[in-house]
T-cell receptor
């Protein structure tokens, strides 16, 4: 069965500190993995896709098939990074299977 | 605004009533998805369309739920005989054919009293 696990409901860091949001998945096959972000009062938006290898807003995520993980990393957190972050797994029909999300709070 | 739009943004209804939501996708997107999100959860897939064809339905989509996309453009999601457990945010997303990247609307928040 496909499953996405985000073990942390809430993560609080200080401004300037490194951030790692954890995501683990279970999927038999080659996974399509994504990070979506939802800022306060805004719609859900795509942050990055694993195959794009782009760094958007300073964040990266490496797919580790051995550990079945797709952790999101940012070296220096900013207050504007405070948001809800969702890891998502795409299935064969292109539907997305989301984790429960991690709320990131960056404090000054 | 050329993004995905949803109407209404909020709906309060009494248990047992029927409700209908509308989604207007990005115009060139063939695929349209419906998700439901409850408090503390990520969005959960309900159903999706490629053009006017409904290709997949989740087991979450009970017989009281029906979705249509009659001309392959906008879509409607109807819930009949609403129950309190139907209270949630209903999200619509659209995507280009063959693409995983989905673009989400602002959602319709349903409250069943």
């Amino acid at each position: 069965a496909q499953r996405v696990t985000q073990p942390e409901k809430l993560l609080s860091v200080f401004k300037g500190a490194p951030v790692e949001l954890k995501c683990n998945y279970s999927y038999s096959g080659s996974p399509e993995l994504f990070w979506y972000v939802q800022y306060s009062r805004q719609r859900l938006q795509l942050l990055l896709r694993h195959i794009s290898r782009e760094s958007i807003k300073g964040v990266t995520a490496d797919l580790n098939k051995g550990e079945t993980s797709f952790h999101l990393k940012k070296p220096f957190a900013q207050e504007e990074d405070s948001a809800m972050y969702y890891c998502a797994l795409g299935d064969s029909g292109y539907a997305l299977n989301f984790g429960k999300g991690t709320s990131l709070l960056v404090t000054p | 605004d050329t993004g995905v739009s949803q109407n209404p943004r909020h709906k309060i209804t009494k248990r047992g009533q029927n409700v209908t939501f509308r989604c207007d996708p990005i115009s060139e997107h063939n695929r349209l998805y419906w998700y439901r999100q409850t408090l503390g959860q990520g969005p959960e897939f309900l159903t999706y369309f490629q053009n006017e064809a409904q290709l997949e339905k989740s087991r979450l989509l009970s017989d009281r739920f029906s979705a249509e996309r009659p001309k392959g453009s906008f879509s409607t999601l109807e819930i009949q005989r609403t129950e309190q457990g139907d209270s949630a945010m209903y999200l619509c997303a659209s995507a280009r054919d063959g693409a995983y990247e989905q673009y989400f609307g602002p959602g319709t928040r349903l409250t069943v009293t």
